[in-house]
T-cell receptor
Framework: SQTIHQWPATLVQPVGSPLSLECTVE??????LYWYRQAAGRGLQLLFY??????ISSEVPQNLSASRPQDRQFILSSKKLLLSDSGFYLC??????????FGPGTRLLVL | GQSLEQPSEVTAVEGAIVQINCTYQ??????LSWYQQHDGGAPTFLSY????GLEETGRFSSFLSRSDSYGYLLLQELQMKDSASYFC????????????FGSGTQLTVLP
């Protein structure tokens, strides 16, 4: 069966510090991978998606970046965090676009 | 681009039936999906409608009318554990590899 892992579960970082969130998927090959951000009580904002190794599409201009160094690994990064980067970050995978499977998420608080 | 509208909040009592509506505007529509998210958790896939009509999965059903750009999620025999946020999401030809999510409907089930 397929599983998706995200870490860390929670993170408190100062403004201006770097960020690296990791997502890995097991049990499937060549999945589509997604990074979303969710503000408290709000919907899901798609940040990045990837259809293969090294292929990244960005949906929202920001100080975040994503990389996919391996087929089942997706990394979200920032060189300098802003207060507005606080939120719930969710990684998801899919083979069929309508059905996305989400990881447990990372709660990021930037102070 | 795409836009989706769904009510922000719905309240119902245990055992009742509740309908959560979703209207959308897209170009080249593929289908409508529904996701459930409990507080603090990750979204989970509930259902998908690619064609007009009703899809039933246990206590949950989802309906789509492509001509009306409208769909709904129907929850029957409500249980306390159904209290959660429910998101509709669309995929269209302009963004075939992605889903665009609505802002979510917070369902509260009262005893």
């Amino acid at each position: 069966s397929q599983t998706i892992h995200q870490w860390p579960a929670t993170l408190v970082q100062p403004v201006g510090s770097p960020l690296s969130l990791e997502c890995t998927v097991e049990g499937t090959s060549n999945p589509n991978l997604y990074w979303y951000r969710q503000a408290a009580g709000r919907g899901l904002q798609l940040l990045f998606y990837s259809v293969g190794i090294g292929q990244i599409s960005s949906e929202v201009p920001q100080n975040l970046s994503a990389s996919r160094p391996q087929d089942r690994q997706f990394i979200l990064s920032s060189k300098k965090l802003l207060l507005s980067d606080s939120g719930f970050y969710l990684c998801a995978w899919s083979v069929v676009q309508e059905t996305q499977y989400f990881g447990p998420g990372t709660r990021l608080l930037v102070l | 681009g795409q836009s989706l509208e769904q009510p922000s909040e719905v309240t119902a009592v245990e055992g009742a039936i509740v309908q959560i509506n979703c209207t959308y505007q897209t170009s080249g529509f593929y289908g409508l999906s529904w996701y459930q998210q409990h507080d603090g958790g990750a979204p989970t896939f509930l259902s998908y409608n690619g064609l007009d009509g009703l899809e039933e999965t246990g206590r949950f059903s989802s309906f789509l009318s492509r001509s009306d750009s409208y769909g709904y999620l129907l929850l029957q025999e409500l249980q306390m554990k159904d209290s959660a946020s429910y998101f509709c999401a669309v995929r269209d030809r302009g963004s075939a590899r992605q889903l665009t999510f609505g802002s979510g409907t917070q369902l509260t089930v009262l005893p």
